[in-house]
């Protein structure tokens, strides 16, 4: 089992940056890629980004594309997500998770197996 522990959200004007953090403990020898999702007031979950365990392969929804930026450090076992350029549009809860799925699988939150509790992000116009 992996615990995630998210933090670094908050309320921020539109055109900002905020960079979210997320640390793994417990069970992380074994490598996992690390995404990151989020859940706006009435809406569902969407993915958001993932990166591979090395960190060479990632992968973005279009809406997000040129405007954030994942990585991780594996020797801090801490994953993060660069946000710049804010929109009202991004405002949601934001959540990182672990997955050992395909690549495939890597946009679904049934391929993720471990969550964290989610850290608030608001994006004012």
């Known amino acids: 089992q992996v615990q995630l522990v998210e933090s670094g959200g908050g309320l921020v004007q539109a055109g900002d940056s905020l960079r979210l953090s997320c640390a793994a403990s417990?069970?992380?020898?074994?490598?996992?890629?690390m995404g990151w999702f989020r859940q706006a007031p009435g809406k569902e979950r969407e993915f958001v980004a993932v990166i591979s365990w090395s960190g060479s392969y990632t992968l973005y929804t279009d809406s997000v594309k040129g405007r954030f930026t994942i990585s991780r450090d594996n020797a801090k076992n801490t994953v993060y997500l660069q946000m710049n350029n804010l929109k009202s549009e991004d405002t949601a809860v934001y959540y990182c998770?672990?997955?050992?799925?395909?690549?495939?699988?890597?946009?679904?939150?049934?391929?993720?197996?471990?969550w964290g509790q989610g850290t608030q992000v608001t994006v004012s116009s």
């Open positions: 998770a672990t997955t050992r799925a395909s690549t495939t699988g890597w946009s679904r939150g049934t391929s993720y197996d471990n």
């Open positions: 417990g069970r992380t020898f074994a490598p996992f890629a």
